[in-house]
């Protein structure tokens, strides 16, 4: 096995600025074979994700975690998905449903140490189903979002999975990915047509008011529209520079290395 840090990326980060999500699209494909897969949420970044995967094509299983408690537009829109563009979506779920864990533990999500652990259990946990099976996730985190996501690369470990996150949307303004779901008539959450801007969990998503941020419909009673629920690393901690173990030959794909067969 070989280590692949974030610093190990920079220069093809780099590169990978001037790079097209298709075009992204195609290589982490043509790099990990049957080893990556695409996530969503079906908010409307991932759902242009699936549009390209279906429209290139670029035949890539989606990942998708139903926490339990999402609104049923969300579940729809995840069906409607499967449906039009014939993807194949991997539904994971927590070990507890909210009930259950509302048993246990009390109603979380209404503090911050609480919404951790919900969105620990709840999320990120039921992700961890996937380690092992892929080398490579493809997100849809832009940096025109704001926030910690302003500066995400395309290219991130994610020490957790031991993979590599990638976010073809990285570059994409808002002007692009507005002109590319009307132009492809993307399939969309119709939360989104009723003030909903990020959508997540039925118990912690509101609408936004014309003026407010982004996210200031997630975790509003939590304030100060600062809050992420950590299934993206680089949401967390975007400073560290850490690493994941891969095969070699692996390495040296990503890395476009000169690989030497001969013995
Ligand atoms: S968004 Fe809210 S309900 Fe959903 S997992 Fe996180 S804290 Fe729990």
């Known amino acids: 096995m070989a280590r692949l840090t974030q610093a190990d990326l920079v220069a093809l980060n780099r590169a990978f600025d001037d790079r097209t ?12 074979g049957d080893r990556v897969a695409a996530m ?16 290139i094509p670029v035949k890539l299983p989606v990942v998708f975690v139903d926490t339990g408690v999402l609104f049923q537009e969300t579940l729809d829109t995840r069906d409607q998905l499967m449906r039009h563009y014939g993807l194949s979506i991997h539904t994971l779920t927590p ?11 009390g109603i979380l999500y209404l503090t911050a140490d609480g919404q951790k652990q919900c969105c620990e ?39 957790r999975l031991n993979c590599l996150r990638i976010n073809p949307l990285a570059n994409f303004t808002d002007e692009q990915l507005e002109a590319y779901i009307r132009e492809n008539s993307v399939i969309l959450n119709p939360l989104h047509k009723q003030g909903y801007s990020t959508i997540g969990c039925n118990r912690c998503t509101t609408p936004v008011v014309p003026g407010e941020p982004k996210r200031a419909g997630r975790w509003r009673h ?39 067969f001969m013995i």
């Not at 999500?21 to 990990?32: D, G, H």
């Not at 079906?42 to 390209?52: A, P, W, Y």
């Not at 070990?95 to 533990?105: D, F, G, I, P």
């Not at 680089?234 to 000169?258: G, Y």
């Open 121 to 159: 259990m709840r999320k990120s946990e039921p992700l961890d189903a996937v380690k092992g099976q892929y080398d490579a996730l493809i997100g849809s985190l832009r940096r025109a979002d704001g926030g910690r996501r302003g500066i995400c690369p395309i290219l991130a470990i994610d020490t």
């Open 21 to 32: 999500p298709q075009e992204l699209l195609l290589w982490a494909q043509e790099i990990f």
């Open 95 to 105: 070990a507890m449903t909210m009930v259950e864990q509302t048993e246990k533990y």
């Open 222 to 260: 939590l304030g100060p529209w600062s809050v992420y629920c950590g299934i993206n690393p680089t949401d967390l901690d975007p400073e560290r520079s850490p690493a994941a173990d891969f095969p070699q030959d692996l390495v040296d794909r990503i890395l476009c290395r000169e690989t030497d």
């Open 40 to 55: 969503s949420s079906m908010q409307e970044s991932g759902n242009v994700i699936c549009h390209m995967l279906y429209s």
